[in-house]
């Protein structure tokens, strides 16, 4: 991105450097405080639809579960910064997995609350699944079986909410005094069951040399544990489980990365479906 598209935005909302800049594969990030009040804040500029989608999304929750937006442009947007040390990624592969997944699970209920106003412009569920069903046809396998559960799922969706529609343990930051909140949604609409299922494939699915998800125990354990806290039907959970990891799978193969995680886990929730 043009580093003169930083200074634009700087100069408008009348921002001051505070870190370093890191650029992700569709947005620039730019550590900031506020020069009236010295608020710690993060600016995020993208030239990406998707990215956008998820700005407006950001500004519409009105820090109810999601971090407080401080100002938005379209293409750029300025959060609160989240400032607190504790993160769920470590609390998962330090023993304390049952409280991550229950923060994670608190933090979902906010986000699919239904406020009293229009809602922002959102991508359907059913077209963020598109990629699955071809991938399914070209390598068959289990990709089949989670492409013939999603389309069960999709033509006859339940509950239908707002999605953030990539909560995971590293999207959901410790801010302190504000507590638990989210970032980065995709700004997604369906049925509430996707966003929860995300949860299953995390921490592992960023590094898969870590090993928390795919425990068994800890499986069945973050099953109980969301089949709770939801008010989900566990049968339906676990479709949605299975569903997700065909479709993150499917990317994954777009991308020739490792599809062992996504394996992994919708063959655990397969057998808890079967049992």
């Not at 909302?13 to 900031?32: A, K, M, Q, Y």
């Not at 300025?78 to 504790?86: F, N, V």
């Not at 963020?128 to 999603?150: D, M, N, Q, T, Y």
Request: aromatic share 8%.
């Amino acid at each position: 991105m043009d580093s003169g598209k930083l200074s634009f935005w700087l100069n408008r909302w009348l921002l001051i450097p505070d870190g370093e800049e890191f650029i992700t594969r569709t947005s620039t990030l730019l550590p900031v405080k506020t020069a009236t009040h010295g608020i710690k804040a993060m600016l995020k500029v993208t030239d990406d639809a998707d990215e956008k989608i998820g700005n407006a999304l950001m500004a519409w929750w009105e820090g109810n579960g999601a971090a407080q937006v401080i100002a938005y442009e379209k293409e750029a947007i300025l959060l609160a910064r989240a400032t607190g040390i504790a993160s769920l990624s470590t609390m998962s592969k330090n023993g304390q997995d049952n409280e991550a997944c229950r923060i994670l699970c608190a933090t979902a209920n906010r986000l699919h609350s239904k406020p009293d106003k229009p809602l922002p412009k959102l991508t359907p569920l059913h077209r963020w699944f598109s990629s699955l069903k071809p991938a399914a046809l070209e390598h068959g396998g289990i990709l089949a079986r989670c492409a013939e559960v999603s389309q069960q799922l999709l033509s006859s969706p339940q509950d239908v909410v707002v999605l953030h529609g990539d909560l995971h343990h590293d999207n959901v930051l410790d801010f302190v005094s504000s507590d638990w909140l989210a970032i980065d949604p995709k700004g997604l609409l369906g049925e509430r069951g996707f966003d929860f299922a995300n949860i299953f494939t995390n921490p592992d699915l960023g590094n898969p040399e870590q090993y928390v998800a795919r425990v068994p125990g800890i499986f069945k354990q973050r099953l109980e544990i969301v089949t709770e806290i939801s008010g989900i039907n566990r049968e339906r959970l676990l479709m949605w489980i299975i569903a997700w990891c065909g479709l993150s799978a499917t990317w994954s193969l777009e991308c020739n990365d490792c599809i062992s995680v996504q394996f992994e886990i919708a063959e655990l929730a397969i057998a808890e479906l079967s049992a």
